[in-house]
T-cell receptor, first 117, second 112 residues
Framework: GAVVSQHPSRVICKSGTSVKIECRSL??????MFWYRQFPKQSLMLMAT?????????EQGVEKDKFLINHASLTLSTLTVTSAHPEDSSFYIC?????????????FGSGTQLSVL | KQEVTQIPAALSVPEGENLVLNCSFT??????LQWFRQDPGKGLTSLLL?????REQTSGRLNASLDKSSGRSTLYIAASQPGDSATYLC???????????FGKGTRLSVIA
């Protein structure tokens, strides 16, 4: 089956630093990547949609200057949390839509647990 | 805007019981519905996917049904085991190029 690799799986950083999360489709090309975040005991909330080669579309309430998304190729999308603060501590997970082979399923990375001290 | 609700929020059952998890969604114009399992601090494991034209899907001890017109889905787990303990998430998509919209999940504990 299709595999989405997400790194790092866990990161602890100091307040004010930036953190980059990578989401890579290993055996397929992804035309679209969806980025979600999940606070403890809450559901996954869509943050943004990124399409290869174009600017990401952010959901209402998500700061585009704080959460930088780059989708430079059909196999890699990155989310950078700039100047992270404790309130950004959350579980971040990406989801990829295959370019070919049907739209039935989206494939998820294993997630990144971000803790900002 | 699509909203997905899952009931109950938490459930604790003794091992061996059959159980039903409920999911409802406000907009019946869906492309498909998917059930996931999430273990604490982990990613998602896809359990079952039901296309909008289908009524149910089965995999092992799991059976998911879909009643699109009433905006409901159920996940039936037969003969529950302690290893089934996890959070179960229901999610729907509006079309093939849109993201999944998730419910808050049901936290299941199966007691040995």
């Amino acid at each position: 089956g299709a595999v989405v690799s997400q790194h790092p799986s866990r990161v602890i950083c100091k307040s004010g630093t930036s953190v980059k999360i990578e989401c890579r489709s290993l055996d397929f090309q992804a035309t679209t990547m969806f980025w979600y975040r999940q606070f403890p005991k809450q559901s996954l909330m869509l943050m943004a949609t990124s399409n290869e080669g174009s600017k990401a579309t952010y959901e209402q309430g998500v700061e585009k200057d704080k959460f930088l998304i780059n989708h430079a190729s059909l196999t890699l999308s990155t989310l950078t949390v700039t100047s992270a603060h404790p309130e950004d501590s959350s579980f971040y997970i990406c989801s990829a839509r295959p370019l070919t082979g049907g739209d039935e399923k989206l494939f998820f990375g294993s997630g990144t647990q971000l803790s900002v001290l | 805007k699509q909203e997905v609700t899952q009931i109950p929020a938490a459930l604790s059952v003794p091992e061996g019981e059959n159980l039903v998890l409920n999911c409802s969604f406000t907009d019946s114009a869906i492309y498909n519905l998917q059930w996931f399992r999430q273990d604490p601090g982990k990613g998602l494991t896809s359990l079952l996917l039901i296309q909008s034209s289908q009524r149910e899907q089965t995999s092992g001890r799991l059976n998911a049904s879909l009643d699109k017109s009433s905006g409901r889905s159920t996940l039936y787990i037969a003969a529950s085991q302690p290893g089934d303990s996890a959070t179960y998430l229901c999610a729907v998509r509006r079309s093939g190029n849109t993201p999944l919209v998730f419910g808050k999940g049901t936290r299941l504990s199966v007691i040995a």
